[in-house]
C-alpha cells in the first residue's frame, strides 16, 4: 500500500538553506495533508498542516506546499538549522477516515 | 504543554506471552490512536477510538489485539499471543481538533 509516497530516503544541506522535502499520494480522497518530525526514540511531532481547499500554508521558517492536480506536497524549510535533522514523515487523511496514512520518510541532515 | 505519556518505554517478552501497552492520552482529547512502527519502516495505523469503541482499524488490528480505556485517562492495547513479527515500536497518539494527532514517545517491543 503506497497510498503516500515519499521518494527521498535522505537529504542533506548546509545550514542557511533551504531544505525541500517532498511527499507524492495516490489516493484522490485525501484532503488534509500534515508535515511530522521525528527524532530518535521520540514520537512523531505535528509540524504543519494543509487542507486541499488551500495549495499553501505557512508557520514561521515551516511552509507546505500542495498541488492537486500533481498530487503533490511539498514542504520548504529555510533557513535550514542544525536542530532541524530529524525524519521528517508526510502524512495525509480524509475527512470519512480520520486514520492518517504515512509516507516512509526523509531523513533531513543540516551540515552546520 | 500537555503530553501523550507511555509506559513502558521499552517492554521484552517471549513469544506466545501477553502484554499490555499502557498510554495517557492528553486529558480533554476525545480520539485515541494506536500505530506501530517497525524497524526501517514506515509508521502504520492499526486503531482509532472514540466515545468508547473502535471507530475504525486496519488489516494488522486482528483478533490478537485489543484496546481499552478502563478509567477516565489510560487507553491500553493488549497483544493476546505475541508473535515475533509483532516486535516494533508502538506508538499511542490523541487528538482533539481534526486530523493533528499528538504522539508519544512509543514503547519499543521486542518480542524473542
Known amino acids: 500500500d503506497q497510498q503516500v509516497k515519499q521518494n527521498s530516503p535522505s537529504l542533506s544541506v548546509q545550514e542557511g538553506r533551504i531544505s525541500i522535502l517532498n511527499c507524492d499520494y495516490t489516493?484522490?480522497?485525501?484532503?488534509?495533508f500534515l508535515w511530522y518530525k521525528k527524532y530518535p526514540a521520540e514520537g512523531p511531532t505535528f509540524l504543519i498542516s494543509?487542507?486541499?481547499?488551500?495549495d499553501k500554508n505557512e508557520d514561521g521558517r515551516f511552509t507546505v506546499f500542495l498541488n492537486k492536480s500533481a498530487k503533490h506536497l511539498s514542504l520548504h524549510i529555510v533557513p535550514s538549522q542544525p536542530g532541524d535533522s530529524a525524519v521528517y514523515f508526510c502524512a495525509a487523511a480524509n475527512t470519512g477516515r480520520r486514520a492518517l496514512t504515512f509516507g516512509s520518510g526523509t531523513r533531513l541532515q543540516v551540515q552546520p | 504543554e500537555p503530553e501523550v505519556t507511555q509506559t513502558p518505554s521499552h517492554q521484552v517478552t517471549q513469544m506466545g506471552q501477553e502484554v499490555i501497552l499502557r498510554c495517557v492520552p492528553i486529558?480533554?482529547?476525545?480520539?485515541f490512536y494506536w500505530y506501530r512502527q517497525i524497524l526501517g519502516q514506515k509508521v502504520e495505523f492499526l486503531v482509532s477510538?472514540?466515545?468508547?469503541?473502535?471507530?475504525?482499524k486496519s488489516e494488522i488490528f486482528d483478533d490478537q489485539f485489543s484496546v481499552e480505556r478502563p478509567d477516565g485517562s489510560n487507553f491500553t492495547l493488549k497483544i493476546r499471543s505475541t508473535k515475533l513479527e509483532d516486535s516494533a515500536m508502538y506508538f499511542c497518539?490523541?487528538?482533539?481538533?481534526?486530523?493533528?494527532?499528538?504522539f508519544g514517545s512509543g514503547t519499543q517491543l521486542s518480542v524473542l
Open positions: 489516493n484522490s480522497m485525501f484532503d488534509y
Open positions: 486529558s480533554n482529547h476525545l480520539y
Open positions: 494543509i487542507s486541499s481547499i488551500k
Open positions: 497518539a490523541s487528538r482533539y481538533q481534526p486530523e493533528k494527532l499528538f
Open positions: 477510538f472514540y466515545n468508547n469503541e473502535i471507530s475504525e
